[in-house]
């Protein structure tokens, strides 16, 4: 499938909470790396991670561009929109850009992961300052321990010594 046409049935999917429908762009052992929620693999749990979506927003819009791709590596930028749900700011549109890594397989998602700035999120969906400061410090910690990240360490300690 070409990349354009996955990812406008990617965002519809999204936007018209068919959970089955963006479980499907994905391979059965595909997995979604959402920023907020996390790593999902398989349809089953990508499909209830979009439920999840639903629960704390509606009104889901996202806008893809500036795409990019090698292969089975690919690369869009995104503006992505939403009304929140939150009790701390019920029925306020939060937006934030983005851009989506994606490596494909057979013309299907094998994985999906994002990069945004959480913060710029969190402040817009009204939490405390120190809710924010607690969650960042959270994805800070899960960022540095993570193995890529011990790699660069040992290898540019190395490139020190």
Do not use: N
Request: glycine letters at 10%; one cysteine or more.
């Amino acid at each position: 499938m070409e990349l354009e046409h996955l990812l406008e049935q990617f965002a519809a999917a999204v936007g018209a909470h068919d959970s089955s429908g963006l479980a499907a762009l994905f391979c059965e052992d595909g997995v979604y790396d959402d920023y907020f929620f996390g790593a999902h693999k398989g349809r089953s749990e990508i499909a209830a991670m979009l439920d999840r979506f639903h629960v704390g927003g509606e009104a889901f819009y996202w806008q893809f561009h500036d795409l990019a791709q090698r292969g089975e590596l690919a690369y869009a930028s995104y503006l992505f929109s939403y009304l929140s749900r939150e009790p701390e700011s019920p029925g306020k549109m939060i937006v934030f850009e983005g851009i989506a890594r994606l490596r494909l397989r057979d013309g299907l998602i094998a994985h999906y992961a994002e990069a945004f700035d959480r913060g710029v999120a969190f402040t817009q969906l009204g939490y405390p300052s120190e809710r924010i400061g607690k969650l960042l410090t959270r994805y800070a910690s899960g960022l540095t321990s993570s193995d890529a990240v011990q790699r660069h360490i040992r290898q540019r300690a190395a490139s020190l010594a």
